[in-house]
Every structure is written in C-alpha cells, then in structure tokens.
C-alpha cells in the first residue's frame, strides 16, 4: 500500500498564513513560503542572519508579518 | 499591402483592466482546443477532457498569502499559487498541489482581488500569481488581473514552458515574469521533469519575455547539476541576455519525489554553492539576490 506523506503548502488557502522550514544537521536553515511574521520570529532568533534581516526590514506590514531564508520555490 | 490588425491587441497606457478581461474571454474559448502550455495537448477541457496538466476548467489554488521569500526588489509579495501545472519536476516543493489541479479552494477572482488589494494596503509591494504553473489557468489568471488596480506591480512567476498563443495573451499584462530555466539540457528535463524539448521552449520564451517586459530568470541549483544543468544555462544566459536580473537560488531540499533519484537526495553543498556562484560571476551575470 502506498504511504501518503503530509500535504505541503497552505492547509486551508486563504486562511492561515503557512511558511515550511528544513532544519539541516550544520544548522543552516531553508525556509519556503516565508511569511513577515515567520521572518520575524527568525530574525529575532538570529539578528545577524543578513538573509533575514535583508527580509525583515521591508516596508513595515500592518496586519501581516515576514522573513527569512531565501525559498528554493520552483 | 494591406496589414490586417493583430487579432490580440497591445495594451495601452492605462487599458490594462479593460484588455484582461476581454482576453480572459478569449483565453477561456481557447480552452476548447488547449494549446497554451508547449505540450500542445489540443484537447477539449471546456468538454472535460485533460491534457498532460489534467487540469479543468476552471482554476483552483492551494495557498494565498504575504510572503518576504522572493527577490528583494518584489518582496513583500501578495503571492497567489494556482493548483495544477504542465510539468512533473519530481522534486517541486509544491508536488501534491502542483501536481493536483483539484488541489486546494475554488478561485474565485473577485474576492481573491479584493484580498489582493488589501495585501497592498498593508504595505504588498507586487502581487504574484505563479503555481504550479499559472499558464495553465489564464482565462482566471486574466480575470484576476481585470479586477486589480491599473497601477498595482503584477508578477507572473511562471515555468516558461508556455506556448505562443498564451504569450500573446500575456503581452502587457504583467509588470515583470519571473521565469525558472531550471534544465540546461534536454536530457535532465525529461528524467527530472518528464518535458521534452524543454530547453527550446524555455529559451524561446525567455527572449519572448525579455523583450516584452522586465525579466527576472531563477535557476534552482540541483545537487549534482551545476555542471549539466547551471552551467549550460549560465553560459546561455551570458551569451544571449547579457543583462538580465538572474537569481540563482541554492536552497534545494529533498521534496515530493527528489528522492527517486539518487542525486536529488541531499541539499546542495557549499563547495557546489560556491562554484556555481563563481562560474556566474566569471561570466559577468547580473546576479540578484
């Protein structure tokens, strides 16, 4: 029987807001959909992640958050 | 000689709305003889039938949302990802939507417009419609666009891997395709994607688009394709658009079905990172982060 794996992406589209992140053994960390609010938790966790931060401080978002590492979106 | 009149007129300086929505129409009688992605499937999905996409007609998406993860000069994006698409990357990080044109919630233009719009307001730079493939879904994606403001930056975040008719239809619409040339040779994008005749198409495309609006060109560096995919492309990319913005993206992970293939089982190392960076850079390609 084939296994089925979790769905990726947004669960219920248009409602929650989703980013997706791989934590590799080195520490280096992928992040996909990255949202302002997840960019933020980030930067606050590493501040001197130039990735991030160059993501962080875009043009302020009243409602929504953002950032972190470029996305391999293909 | 008499020159008849395009049959798809051009857009004028302020007629985008008007000129989305008629070729909405006009995109959405073509689905009767599908012919907008390069497979030229011909077949009829007004009637129900599926071409290689399998997609219906009428569009679907599996997330809409603010993202920051895109270029540097579109972030914040309102980005708006459409189910289904024409190729089988075995490694997209989207597989089960992309792969799925039934995946995800019914698009419904108008209040994806009115989202949109607010997305702007917050502080939205662009507003993104990509996929899967967006291609596939150009009578919704038109629709959409008829109902955003003239002025807002619109992106069209495509696999290049369309046809002529959908180009046509496109021409103007959008401020800047972002455009994937993921395959440097045509014999990594049949295994890996299931395409033949890729590079062609996208080759084709990607001087289409260059010449018809701001490109941006993304290649996402595959481990153990620097030297059969990156290179070819990167040098074409140097002999044939020596200016274009280009983001090579090295975060790679082992998604959807990657591991079918051996290689595509782990991220791409620092070494392969570093020399791809440094085989751009001898060829003078406008790298953007």
Redesign the interface.
């Known amino acids: 029987m084939k296994k089925h ?1 979790a ?4 669960a ?3 409602k929650n ?2 980013s ?1 992140l ?1 934590i ?1 053994p080195d520490g280096q960390i ?7 609010a997840f ?1 933020g938790l980030l930067h606050k966790l590493n501040p001197d992640d130039e990735h991030i931060s ?3 401080t ?7 958050g ?9 | 000689m008499i020159c008849a009149e395009p049959i798809i007129q051009r857009r004028n300086a302020s007629g985008r709305s008007a000129m989305a929505r008629e070729r909405a129409r006009t995109a959405r009688a073509m689905l009767a003889d599908c012919r907008l992605c390069a497979h030229d499937c011909g077949v009829n999905r007004l009637a129900g039938e599926n071409g290689l996409c399998h997609a219906g007609a009428e569009a679907r998406f599996f997330c809409a949302q603010t993202e920051v993860s895109d270029e540097l000069e579109l972030i914040p994006t309102f980005a708006i990802a459409l189910s289904g698409c024409d190729l089988r990357c075995d490694f997209c990080i989207t597989g089960a939507s992309s792969w799925n044109p039934r995946a995800g919630a019914g698009f419904d233009a108008r209040a994806m417009a009115v989202k949109a719009e607010a997305a702007l307001q917050n502080g939205a730079r662009t507003i993104m419609v990509l996929g899967g493939e967006p291609t596939i879904h150009l009578p919704a994606a038109l629709e959409f666009v008829s109902l955003l403001p003239e002025t807002a930056k619109l992106v069209w975040k495509t696999n290049a891997h369309g046809s002529a008719q959908a180009r046509e239809l496109l021409d103007g619409m959008f401020d800047i395709w972002l455009a994937d040339f993921k395959f440097g040779n045509d014999v990594c994008a049949q295994r890996l994607a299931k395409v033949s005749d890729y590079v062609r198409v996208v080759e084709e495309n990607l001087r289409w688009a260059n010449e018809h609006s701001e490109l941006i060109v993304r290649h996402l560096l595959m481990p153990g394709h620097v030297e059969c995919c990156w290179r070819p492309v990167a040098e074409w990319l140097a002999a044939n658009l020596p200016d274009v913005k280009v983001n090579l993206r090295s975060g790679f992970w082992p998604a959807w079905q990657a591991a079918r293939h051996a290689e595509l089982r782990r991220t791409v190392s620092r070494p392969e990172s570093t020399r791809a960076v440094d085989l751009a850079l001898r060829l003078g390609l406008n790298l953007v982060p």
């Open positions: 794996r769905k990726k992406g947004c219920s589209p248009g807001q989703v997706e791989l590799l992928l992040v996909h959909n990255l949202t302002p960019a160059s993501r962080v875009r043009p302020p978002l009243l409602r929504s953002a950032a972190s590492t470029p996305s391999p979106k293909s």
